[in-house]
């Protein structure tokens, strides 16, 4: 895994996958309480800022299904991080097209700029190549410090580092630690919590920690699909209808 410090940023371009995917209010801001998604990429944001980076964020905000929705912009979030990191963040309308690259062809090092939501283009979560390489046009290196969307396979995780050198940011490297160290060499007794709602994505995960851990807590929504696999009545809660089905086959 090639980390920041395996390359000099000095006035590069930098594409930089973030997971701003943050709970807006009714006010339509970033609640202060709900914004340690931000909070957490802002060592690999200050470190890119002393190499002296030219840094263009990639984000997505909710689910739009490839479609522009007003209230999944990310304004609000680029208002929430000039907070947070005391300098201005140049929010762009569109993450493609020749307005956005004429913008990015300006772009001064120690400047931050954030693209429009990602997901607004069907190419991102279709991980279509085309979309990878106009993504890939705006920058000359790439840093993904999405930790919470590396597992899925869209254009601007998984595409753009066949077009891009690449490197891991430092919440990613310090998540794999984290999570290398409990895999390969797990401190007993161990209690592993997991939580979240697609049960799909996950059970690798839990089958894995299994095999591992004296105890395995499962929480959120996911785990109303196993108790309802188990036969127990959950009443309106969510359930993933789709894998339960496939489970009981």
């Known amino acids: 895994m090639r980390t920041l410090r395996n390359f000099n940023f000095k006035n590069k371009r930098v594409l930089v996958r973030v997971d701003f995917n943050v709970p807006l209010g009714d006010d339509k801001r970033v609640d202060g309480k709900e914004d340690w998604r931000l909070e957490a990429t802002l060592p690999t944001i200050h470190y890119l800022l002393e190499q002296k980076a030219k840094i263009i964020l990639l984000a997505h905000l909710g689910r739009p299904d490839g479609k522009i929705v007003e209230s999944l912009r990310l304004n609000p979030v680029a208002q929430r991080l000039e907070d947070l990191l005391g300098q201005p963040v140049v929010k762009l309308d569109d993450c493609l097209g020749q307005q956005v690259e004429k913008r990015i062809k300006n772009i001064q090092a120690g400047e931050i700029f954030l693209l429009e939501n990602l997901r607004f283009?069907?190419?991102?979560?279709?991980?279509?190549?085309?979309?990878?390489?106009?993504?890939?046009?705006?920058?000359?290196?790439?840093?993904?410090?999405?930790?919470?969307?590396?597992?899925?396979?869209?254009?601007?995780?998984?595409?753009?580092?066949?077009?891009?050198?690449?490197?891991?940011?430092?919440?990613?490297?310090?998540?794999?630690?984290?999570?290398?160290?409990?895999?390969?060499?797990?401190?007993?007794?161990?209690?592993?919590?997991?939580?979240?709602?697609?049960?799909?994505?996950?059970?690798?995960?839990?089958?894995?920690?299994?095999e591992k851990t004296d105890s395995l807590i499962l929480g959120g929504a996911l785990a109303n699909t196993v108790i309802s696999a188990k036969g127990f009545a959950i009443g309106n809660q969510w359930l993933k209808k789709r894998w339960l089905m496939k489970s009981k086959n």
């Open 121 to 210: 283009h069907a190419g991102e979560t279709n991980n279509q190549s085309d979309f990878a390489q106009q993504l890939a046009k705006l920058g000359e290196v790439y840093v993904n410090d999405a930790f919470g969307a590396v597992h899925r396979a869209h254009a601007s995780i998984v595409g753009l580092p066949k077009y891009l050198p690449s490197f891991s940011g430092l919440l990613l490297e310090k998540e794999i630690k984290a999570l290398s160290k409990i895999l390969n060499k797990p401190v007993h007794p161990l209690l592993v919590i997991i939580g979240g709602v697609k049960i799909s994505t996950k059970i690798k995960v839990i089958k894995s920690f299994l």
